[in-house]
């Protein structure tokens, strides 16, 4: 993918196709979930490795979504990595050190909830990582990701966008709602404050990272039933391109031991 050829926050279409209702978004929902779980299983017994990244503003949902998309699936088989700002073992390290200790064994699904992403967002927007460290990392995380892909693991990265009156509308209801004031701080507020500085970050990640191996797929997100149905559709079709998602047959050895028992004829 060329520079020329990633995707961009302004040609999102933020006008999302709506729902008739509750009904027909859980169902739509339900099969997608179980359509999920067929691939999940379908990874398990073929070894299959996967790293989903979940990226995107405050309030834009991504919690929500991790939940739907891994709410159905054996939780044996996937791990969601909730990413906050490195510890003081961590900061001694190469900063993808943390994230490579996450990495999936076969058979099974990583999900992490933002990523190695914050060297080029968060860490560059509010000054933490020096501008040698985050100009450095992109060409680090897209080594990184090459090499996951080069061992077979299929990496899935999403970037939930909502708009910044939408933002505004969930900060309102989260500090009128006792039960969720916990999920708003003053990072949040913020972070808030330099919306375009965000954009501008935001947008120059899709161009230096979104590579033919490790592509970015935007999510409009406004609309929470259209975001949630979304990401774990484009999870599902990303895990499941080009493979033949079929259950296994019985293996010979099982089939003739229950044959010998009397099981099966």
């Given at each position: 993918?060329?520079?020329?050829q990633?995707?961009?926050?302004?040609?999102?279409?933020m006008?999302t196709?709506?729902?008739?209702?509750?009904?027909?978004?859980?169902?739509?929902?339900?099969?997608?979930?179980?359509r999920?779980?067929r691939?999940q299983?379908d990874?398990?017994?073929?070894r299959?490795?996967?790293?989903?990244?979940?990226?995107?503003?405050?309030?834009s949902g991504?919690?929500?979504?991790?939940?739907?998309?891994?709410?159905?699936?054996?939780?044996?088989?996937?791990?969601?990595?909730?990413?906050a700002?490195p510890?003081?073992?961590?900061?001694?390290?190469?900063?993808?050190?943390?994230?490579?200790?996450r990495?999936?064994?076969?058979?099974c699904?990583?999900?992490?909830?933002?990523?190695?992403?914050?060297r080029?967002?968060v860490?560059?927007?509010?000054?933490?990582?020096p501008?040698?460290?985050?100009r450095r990392?992109?060409?680090?995380?897209?080594?990184?990701e090459?090499?996951l892909?080069?061992?077979?693991v299929r990496?899935?990265?999403?970037?939930?966008?909502?708009t910044?009156?939408?933002?505004a509308?969930r900060?309102?209801a989260?500090?009128?709602d006792?039960?969720?004031r916990?999920?708003?701080?003053?990072?949040?507020?913020?972070?808030?404050?330099r919306?375009?500085?965000?954009?501008a970050a935001?947008?120059?990640?899709?161009?230096?990272?979104?590579?033919d191996q490790a592509?970015?797929?935007?999510?409009?997100?406004?609309?929470k039933w259209?975001?949630r149905?979304?990401?774990?559709?484009t999870?599902a079709?990303?895990?499941?391109?080009?493979?033949?998602?079929?259950?296994?047959?019985?293996?010979?050895?099982?089939?003739?031991a229950?044959?010998?028992m009397?099981?099966?004829?």
């Amino acid at each position: 993918m060329t520079r020329d050829q990633h995707p961009n926050l302004r040609d999102l279409a933020m006008d999302t196709p709506a729902f008739a209702g509750k009904a027909e978004y859980e169902a739509a929902l339900a099969d997608l979930q179980a359509r999920l779980l067929r691939i999940q299983l379908d990874h398990f017994v073929r070894r299959r490795r996967a790293v989903i990244v979940v990226e995107g503003w405050d309030a834009s949902g991504k919690g929500g979504a991790i939940r739907r998309m891994t709410g159905q699936l054996d939780p044996r088989g996937v791990r969601v990595w909730p990413i906050a700002a490195p510890g003081e073992e961590e900061k001694g390290h190469p900063f993808l050190w943390r994230f490579w200790r996450r990495l999936p064994a076969p058979g099974c699904i990583a999900v992490f909830d933002r990523s190695w992403y914050g060297r080029v967002l968060v860490e560059r927007v509010e000054g933490v990582a020096p501008d040698a460290d985050w100009r450095r990392a992109y060409g680090e995380i897209n080594d990184f990701e090459r090499q996951l892909h080069d061992d077979g693991v299929r990496v899935v990265k999403l970037f939930l966008h909502i708009t910044a009156d939408e933002q505004a509308k969930r900060f309102r209801a989260r500090l009128e709602d006792p039960a969720k004031r916990w999920k708003i701080t003053k990072d949040d507020l913020r972070a808030r404050a330099r919306w375009d500085d965000y954009i501008a970050a935001a947008e120059e990640m899709f161009a230096r990272t979104s590579t033919d191996q490790a592509p970015w797929r935007l999510i409009a997100a406004n609309s929470k039933w259209h975001a949630r149905t979304t990401v774990i559709r484009t999870v599902a079709d990303a895990l499941s391109h080009g493979l033949e998602i079929k259950p296994p047959p019985v293996d010979p050895e099982v089939r003739r031991a229950a044959v010998a028992m009397g099981l099966i004829p």
